[in-house]
T-cell receptor, first 115, second 117 residues
Framework: GEDVEQSLFLSVREGDSSVINCTYT??????LYWYKQEPGAGLQLLTY?????DMKQDQRLTVLLNKKDKHLSLRIADTQTGDSAIYFC???????????????FGKGTHLIIQP | DAGVIQSPRHEVTEMGQEVTLRCKPI?????LFWYRQTMMRGLELLIY????????DSGMPEDRFSAKMPNASFSTLKIQPSEPRDSAVYFC???????????????FGSGTRLTVV
């Protein structure tokens, strides 16, 4: 099964809040990350949260972490057209078949902004 | 630093041809990763290197794919022969460590969009 799961699409109206959800499997993850991929570009680190925190706020972004349920969310307040992108959740866990811990990415959530 | 540099940005090739994708990681980053992104499968890790040595290539789809890192500032991903199902965006990323702290994460290049016709 998937290590990191996200829904593929989210559609919101401009000005509303967007909430992008992610579930992960490795309870020993030290950091959890959100990356943003704009059209035609690579992934850029958007924000992160340390595993001993349950919330982190950075301007319009709020990250919530529920360690018990292994659930991570990214809330974008007052969503703008410039927020249209793919958002990836990532956890630190054994990557590929090698067994060493690295970053494991979800498939990404396409955020679609409606005018 | 110019970041992770990939070339070419776009590549269109005919089925059966050899394709070589190139990557220059950030200086001082000991880890280099090759990913493939498709709509169907999302982001897949193909292979990663530590200090120019391939550590895990279990994500490489088949023998047609090969990757090398002859020195700390250059890596290639080669597909020979290419097939239409190889069409995807290929990303290179680098990192100072396999498990970075929260302030860095992996740094990604802009990707190479490969189309095999």
């Amino acid at each position: 099964g998937e290590d990191v799961e996200q829904s593929l699409f989210l559609s919101v109206r401009e000005g509303d809040s967007s909430v992008i959800n992610c579930t992960y499997t490795d309870s020993s993850s030290t950091y959890l990350y959100w990356y943003k991929q704009e059209p035609g570009a690579g992934l850029q680190l958007l924000t992160y949260i340390f595993s001993n925190m349950d919330m982190k706020q950075d301007q319009r972004l709020t990250v919530l972490l529920n360690k018990k349920d292994k659930h991570l969310s990214l809330r974008i307040a007052d969503t703008q057209t410039g927020d249209s992108a793919i958002y990836f959740c990532a956890e630190s866990s054994p990557i590929s078949g090698g067994g060493a811990d690295g970053l494991t990415f979800g498939k990404g959530t396409h955020l679609i902004i409606q005018p | 630093d110019a970041g992770v540099i990939q070339s070419p940005r776009h590549e269109v090739t005919e089925m059966g041809q050899e394709v070589t994708l190139r990557c220059k990681p950030i200086s001082g980053h000991d880890y280099l990763f090759w990913y493939r992104q498709t709509m169907m499968r999302g982001l897949e890790l193909l292979i990663y290197f530590n200090n120019n040595v391939p550590i895990d290539d279990s994500g490489m789809p088949e023998d047609r794919f090969s990757a090398k890192m002859p020195n700390a500032s250059f890596s290639t991903l080669k597909i020979q022969p290419s097939e239409p199902r190889d069409s995807a965006v290929y990303f290179c990323a680098s990192s100072p460590s396999l498990l970075p702290g929260g302030t860095s994460g992996y740094t990604f290049g802009s990707g190479t969009r490969l189309t095999v016709v």
